[in-house]
């Protein structure tokens, strides 16, 4: 008797391939619902996109979020959680989200902490006690949030570090990977995502590839970049990854959100990635628009009564000028919300523009059109971008 | 702008509706009502998509000189009033001197000038500046430049005079260039009634007031917190006594619902619509009953609360503790309470507003220990929801009789908690 078929949690259909550069766009089927790639998926820290209701974020076109485990683990927890129906109930959020492992918060975030093979010891900074965040920790916090992709918990460490360290951080992560697959309670409802580590050396980036290709997970993040490193290195890794991915799994790059940054590296054949910038930089008052980014609060947009992209259709864009917004700034904390609403609609309105050129097959033209926006001229074009684009067949004019 | 009153009960409350609001004349508004309380426009932490969850809003947006006094040059370049300027659609736009939320210092107002407080600093504003101004919001409806800095306890006599004084000399100067504008035909003007605790000094600033050609009158220094409620009410209806009937009365800076109901007995008609914002600053929810549909099982249940809650740690009703605007009042809920970390209630049954439909307390509560915006968003659709189903319910008991038992309920009434 044949065993039952489990319906795998995550299902890639690639629906276009560009055949000039590695870029793809696919059908990304998840427990919620399925998402169209290239993606950004905006992030949504301690249970809420900050100032946004589900809402609002379903109406932008958001299909996937991510939220983190370190801070959700810490507060409210992850038994309260559970007793609200997970994080999608208690935040009441119907699409899929993505959880991070903690990882890259333990390091970032948290002055004290310590790794060893068991996992990452800290001290909490709400009440000082000491904390082992192993990758069953991880894995079991995880589960209680109940996430569409959950990530894999990973030795992190810093892109600028070199040495050993990395050899060693690029190991161990792979042996945290398999503990992370074995803790998994619910790999019917959640997909496991393995992260690629071994810093901005090749050998150390294949030898991990290699590795961790041979395990059974349903998704592949590309880590330990965007971190501070040059561009050039950046680029390299990323492209090297992607050449020793398989094709039927999506590739995660996390960490990335500048426009440029995405185009380029869906070029190299990315198909996911997260920041935190459009939305943190909103709240400053810095909107995204094709052509760079426009500081709201500057002087010049006192009397500017354009919107801020005159071919945006958000709702910010509909409703309300440069000067408006400006003004509002001095009165009220919505003229982030506006802000924020706009950044997001530019970032899925840029992916969906990128994915629609791909099933069309004029990506390369659409990249060419892109940079001709973003850049006043030719010379400004990042040299990185220009040499990434040309590896993958695209010429800049 | 018309009052139509369909109740007047003996020597106070009145019930009705006033037609004929806004320029085009399109608009109305029902009386007892508040006004939609917004900083430059925007209700604080709202954009349009949020704010249009709120079925029930008021159809006068109420903006404030001390938030755009500062944008002058702006808005005279743009030449086309603050409603377009701020993307305000199909609303009346009511202008208002000083934000009723905070309040204002004392000791600036001169013969010839009033100040406002911007970002920036305080601006003063002459009668001609104040006028300026107006024309270039454009709105529907303002109120005359007042001295209304008479709020502090112990503000003498003669200072006070002084305000009733100054308040009518300006009045006439604005009205002379109000009746002369033609940018400002169709607009209305109410006069400002001052006379801080002073009984003659009240009547005196009403009479003479009247005798002005404004639509109506704003009741000005009898904010919570600078005077007792009880001497605010006779107060008010030493005032009324001296108004004509049809014209409206709009109470300044007072807002909590025991105040309220109390100012309506006395005669006013409009209120400024800032508490539910205040409540929001503080991380609480309105939760207060104002329920008088008659209902056997519900009597039984309030006695049972009443017992239960005696010995919480609350204040008690009724309290003058208004000194604080920023004090939680016995009408809200404080959700930053470790009680309400794992309760999964909607914030108060029946509620129906977006936050009650999709959120619960213990998620309300999580935004508010970890500081996250969202928590004011949720929290301001919560509290004019249930603020403005308050005024719906407080014109329902006018029209059935019932205002004494609503009086109960939101006073003596335990809380939904």
């Known amino acids: ?397 | 702008m018309k009052l139509e009153l369909s109740r007047v009960i003996q020597g106070g409350a009145r019930l009705g509706v006033l037609q004929g609001v806004g320029r085009t004349g399109q608009h109305s508004l029902k009386v007892p009502g508040c006004l939609l309380y917004t900083h430059f426009g925007t209700v604080p932490h709202l954009t349009q998509d949020t704010l249009q969850t709120v079925n029930n809003l008021p159809s006068v947006t109420q903006v404030t000189l001390s938030n755009i006094a500062e944008h002058q040059e702006v808005l005279e370049e743009f030449k086309e009033g603050f409603k377009t300027f701020a993307g305000l659609h199909n609303t009346v736009l009511y202008c208002s001197l000083h934000d009723p939320a905070t309040r204002s210092p004392t000791g600036y107002a001169t013969n010839k000038t009033v100040s406002v407080w911007g970002s920036g600093g305080r601006i003063e504003l002459t009668a001609s500046k104040f006028m300026a101004l107006l024309k270039t919001v454009k709105p529907d409806w303002y109120q005359s430049m007042a001295d209304g800095e008479t709020w502090q306890t112990n503000t003498s006599r003669k200072r006070i005079r002084k305000s009733v004084d100054r308040t009518l000399a300006y009045l006439d100067e604005c009205l002379l260039v109000h009746q002369k504008s033609q940018d400002l035909d169709g607009v209305e003007l109410f006069g400002v009634v001052e006379g801080g605790d002073v009984m003659e000094e009240r009547v005196r600033s009403a009479r003479e007031t009247a005798k002005r050609p404004v639509a109506g009158f704003c009741f000005d220094g009898l904010q919570t917190g600078s005077v007792d409620p009880a001497l605010r009410t006779q107060l008010i209806t030493s005032m009324t006594k001296e108004l004509p009937e049809d014209k409206p009365r709009l109470l300044q800076g007072v807002g909590r619902p025991d105040e309220v109901l109390a100012c309506v007995e006395a005669g006013v008609d409009l209120f400024e619509g800032f508490f539910p914002f205040q409540v929001t600053e503080r991380g609480c929810a309105l939760c207060f009953n104002y329920d008088v549909s008659p209902d056997p099982e519900r009597a039984v249940l309030e006695l049972n609360e009443e017992k239960h809650s005696a010995g919480d740690n609350v204040q008690p009703k009724g309290d003058l503790n208004c000194e604080d605007q920023t004090q939680m009042t016995s009408f809200e809920m404080n959700l930053k309470d470790k009680r309400y970390q794992d309760d999964f209630k909607s914030l108060v049954e029946g509620c129906g507003c977006y936050c009650c439909k999709n959120h619960q307390r213990a998620y309300l509560h999580h935004l508010l220990v970890t500081n996250e915006l969202l928590a004011g968003v949720l929290l301001m659709i919560h509290n004019m929801t249930h603020y403005q189903n308050f005024f719906s319910a407080v014109r329902e008991a006018l029209a059935t009789d019932k205002i004494n038992l609503l009086k109960k309920r939101v006073n003596g009434e335990a809380r939904n908690t």
């Open chain 1, 1 to 397: 008797m044949a065993a039952a078929v489990e319906p795998s949690p995550l299902t890639l259909r690639i629906v276009a391939e560009c055949p000039v550069t590695k870029a793809r766009a696919c059908d990304l089927t998840l427990p919620h619902c399925t998402v169209n790639t290239p993606v950004f998926m905006p992030v949504g820290t301690q249970g809420t996109l900050k100032g946004i209701t589900v809402d609002q974020l379903e109406s932008l076109g958001c299909q996937i979020c991510l939220g983190n485990t370190y801070h959700l683990g810490m507060r409210p927890g992850p038994d309260l959680i559970v007793k609200a129906n997970g994080l999608h109930g208690f935040m009441n959020w119907k699409r899929n989200l993505l959880t991070d492992s903690g990882g890259f918060q333990m390091v970032s975030l948290v002055e004290l902490s310590e790794v060893t093979e068991e996992g990452v010891n800290f001290k909490s900074p709400y009440d000082g006690k000491e904390i082992l965040l192993s990758p069953e920790k991880s894995i079991s916090i995880q589960n209680s949030l109940g996430s569409d992709i959950m990530m894999q918990l990973d030795d992190v460490v810093s892109s600028t570090v070199k040495g050993p360290r990395v050899e060693e951080a690029m190991h161990r992560s792979i042996r945290w990977l398999d503990r992370c697959i074995a803790a998994n309670k619910n790999p019917d409802k959640q997909n496991l995502f393995a992260i690629i580590q071994g810093g901005l050396d090749a050998e150390l980036r294949k030898a991990c590839l290699k590795e961790m290709t041979q395990r059974d997970v349903s998704g592949f993040a590309i880590g330990g970049l965007s971190g501070g490193e040059e561009k050039n290195d950046f680029w390299r890794m990323v492209t090297l990854s992607t050449d020793h991915l398989p094709q039927e799994k999506p590739r995660y790059l996390m960490g990335v959100g500048y426009a440029v940054d995405l185009v380029v590296c869906v070029a190299l054949g990315c198909d996911m990635f997260d920041c935190v910038f459009p939305t943190r930089t909103a709240r400053f008052g810095s909107a995204l628009v094709p052509w760079g980014s426009l500081q709201v609060k500057q002087k010049q947009y006192a009397k500017d009564f354009l919107p801020i992209d005159p071919d945006c259709h958000c709702p910010t864009c509909k409703r309300h000028s440069r000067a408006y917004l400006h003004a509002l700034f001095k009165s009220d904390t919505a003229a982030m919300h506006h802000v924020t609403v706009h950044n997001i609609a530019y970032q899925l309105s840029l992916m969906r523009s990128v994915r629609q050129s791909i099933v069309e097959g004029r990506f390369p033209e659409f990249i060419r059109a892109f940079m001709k926006r973003m850049f006043p001229s030719r010379d400004d074009y990042p040299g990185w971008a220009v040499d990434a684009l040309a590896s993958v067949n695209v010429t800049l004019d």
